[in-house]
C-alpha cells in the first residue's frame, strides 16, 4: 500500500530508549532528566522532518542516529561490550509503504548503524548483512566508519552503567534495556519503523537479538503499524512481537492498544519481559511494557508531545 488516497497534514512520531527493572525512587532527578531531555532531542529531531514533509523512513533514521550519538543509551556510541571486551552493533529499518527493510547485526565499526540499515534496504538485494560483509557493504557505500574505541564510553570501560540491554534473566534491581528505536507516520499517510542496540553486555558466541530480525524486534506495514521493540531479545524472537502486534490488528481486528497490550502479555507469559512502541495510520500510539518502565517520548497527530519513563503503558 503506497499510502493514503490523498495527503494528508497529519504526522507522528514515537522513541523509545529502552524499557527495564527501572524504579523512581532508585533513579535521582539529574539522573531522569538526562534521559528526558534526550529523548526530547532525539522527538525534535525526527518531528522536524516530518513537519517539513520529510518521509517518515527519514524521520526514523533522525530520531535513531540522535540517540545512536548519546552515551545514554546502549546503542552505538555508549553500547555495552562483549566478553571479548568490544562493541558489537545491531540495527534494523523497514517500510510500510513497501515492506521493503535492511537490517545488519555485528559490526563493530559503523558510526551509525541505522544509516547501513537504510543503506542495505535501497541500495542492496538483500535484507540482513553480518559482521565482516556488513562492515565491508558499509564501506562500499561510503558510510563514516570509526574505530571500535569510539562506543567505548568510561562508564562502559569501569564497569559502570554496564545493566544490558536484552539480558537473558531480569532479576537484578538495576537492569534495564537500552535498545532505541522509533515508529513514524508521515503526512503521506506512510508508516515506517526502527530500532538499534549494543545487544547484551558480555555477550559470546556472535549472539543476535531481537532488534535487527524482521518481525521480531522492528516491523511496518502500512495495512496495520509500525512497531519497535525492547527487552529480553530471545523471548521476543519466539514470540515474533513486532509482526505480532500487526497480526493481531490485521487479522484479529483489534485496535493498536489492545494488540499491543496483548502482545506483551505473550511474551510475558512465555518468561520474558520488556516493552514495544507501536504507531498505526490513524495516529494512534500504544506503549505497553511489562518491566518497571520504558523511556519514551511521542508527539501526536494533533502536535501534543509528552516524555514519559515510569508511568504504565498502553494505548497514550
Known sequence: MQGQDGPSSETALVIHGGAGS??????????????????????????????????????VQAAITTMEADTLFNAARGAVRTSEGAVELDAAIMD???RNAGALTGVQTVKHPIRLARAIMEDSYHVMFAQEGAEAFAEQQGLELVKNEYFITDARRSGQGQAPADPPAAQEEDEKYGTVGAVALDAAGNLAAGTSTGGISDKEFGRVGDSPIIGAGTYAHNASCAVSATGQGEFFIRGVAAHSVASRMRFGGLPLGEAAQRTIDEIEALGGVGGVIALDREGNIATPFSTGGMFRAYVDPDGNTDVRIFDTGGAE
Do not use: C, I, K, P
Open 22 to 59: 527501572l524504579r523512581a525512587d532508585e533513579m535521582s532527578d539529574d539522573r531522569a532528566e538526562a534521559y528526558r531531555s534526550a529523548l526530547r532531542t532525539a522527538l525534535q529531531e525526527g518531528n522536524a522532518v516530518l513537519r517539513d514533509g520529510g518521509s517518515a523512513l527519514d524521520a
Open 96 to 98: 510500510g509503504a513497501t
